[in-house]
């Protein structure tokens, strides 16, 4: 089992920046970011991958592309989502996430924990 504490949501206005952060209990091959607009299904957002055969991979949904960057440190087990140029569509609860195999990039039925949720909501 693996517990996952995010933080970091808030209210900002369009073009202002945020950082989620995702503390892990334990050692994942794949954490990631999800979120979920209401009225909408939950959506992939970022992903990174590490191991010390393949190194590090990073993925970004097309939407985030530019504007989103995902980094993890692998000595504190921490993924952190840095958002920048956010638009009102980015409002939505943001899931952290693990996973261990599956689809590149990851999908929801990929993942294996889920954290609690983050609110970010982007003012016009």
Do not use: H
Not at 110 to 117: K, L, P, R, T
Request: hydrophobic share 30%; glycine share 12%; charged share 15%.
């Amino acid at each position: 089992q693996v517990q996952l504490v995010e933080s970091g949501g808030g209210l900002v206005q369009a073009g202002g920046s945020l950082r989620l952060s995702c503390v892990a209990s334990g050692r994942t091959y794949g954490m990631g970011w999800f979120r979920q607009a209401p009225g909408k299904e939950r959506e992939f957002v970022a992903a990174i991958t590490w191991s010390t055969w393949s190194g590090r991979s990073t993925y970004y949904a097309d939407s985030v592309k530019g504007r989103f960057t995902i980094s993890r440190d692998n000595t504190k087990i921490t993924v952190y989502l840095q958002m920048n140029s956010l638009k009102p569509e980015d409002t939505a609860v943001y899931y952290c996430a693990t996973y261990t195999s599956g689809s590149v990039p990851p999908r929801v039925a990929d993942i294996d924990y889920w954290g609690q949720g983050t609110q970010v909501t982007v003012s016009s």
